[in-house]
């Protein structure tokens, strides 16, 4: 009976990822009422420039592909049967349904509600991130590739799409004057981000973490070039998660 509830567990995850893709393809060769995500990011929300340049958004195929390397190792008899696989899992597809709700609801510009499947996202992920406590530099080479990598990877960008989200919804409302279109308000918020990131690099070392922040970072300087209040506040981000970084993996010896 136990078997039989991993063998279908491994079998939902890979249901799971494999819907999410598949709706995510599909809302973008079949726009759901008429847009995509990228031409609303680009269109109705283009003025909010906490969002970064359209290419970083190529990062999802990293995060597909990741996935998929974890449904196939999650899935082996040797593997499925473990608790801390069998709970990744259980927030794995919590996080893959509340992505296809998300889809839709802001396919369909209910910015608000989309933040709720968002957060619910971002919750998800940071459990199953949480049952990663041995840090990636303490697993074996071979978890820290398809269990480590895939989960920090997918939780960094959910980290930084729920703050473009959030100042989404705010922007759709029209709180403009807050000023979440204004340069320096989205410097405050690229900043209140990438102390998620030094968090992790802290506590974990994580690679991938740092990594997909500073493609983010990167990606949102390289859109505001001309505006050196956020490409500066970007770049300086890049310059403090890489220090940190190295500083946190290689620390100096005391003589």
Known sequence: MGFMGNKGLAIATWVAILGTLGVNTLSNVFPID????????????????????????AIWGVIYVGLIAYAWYQSRRKQRGQLLIRRINACLIVACVAQIVWIYLFTLQLYWLSVLAMGLILVSLIAAYSELEDGQHQAELRRKRMVHGPISIYLAWISVATVVNVASAFYASGFKELGLSGAVWTAIMVVI????A??????????????????????????????????????????VLMGLFFTQRYPRKSW
């Open 34 to 57: 008429g847009n995509t995500v990228a031409d609303l990011a680009n269109g109705p929300l283009e003025g909010v420039l906490i969002t970064p340049a359209n290419y970083a958004f």
């Open 193 to 196: 981000a990438n102390g998620i």
């Open 198 to 239: 030094m968090v992790a690099i802290v506590q974990r070392q994580d690679i991938p973490f740092a990594l997909v922040f500073t493609w983010a970072d990167v990606a949102i300087a390289q859109r505001h070039l001309g505006n050196p209040i956020i490409s500066v506040t970007a770049l300086v981000m890049v310059l």
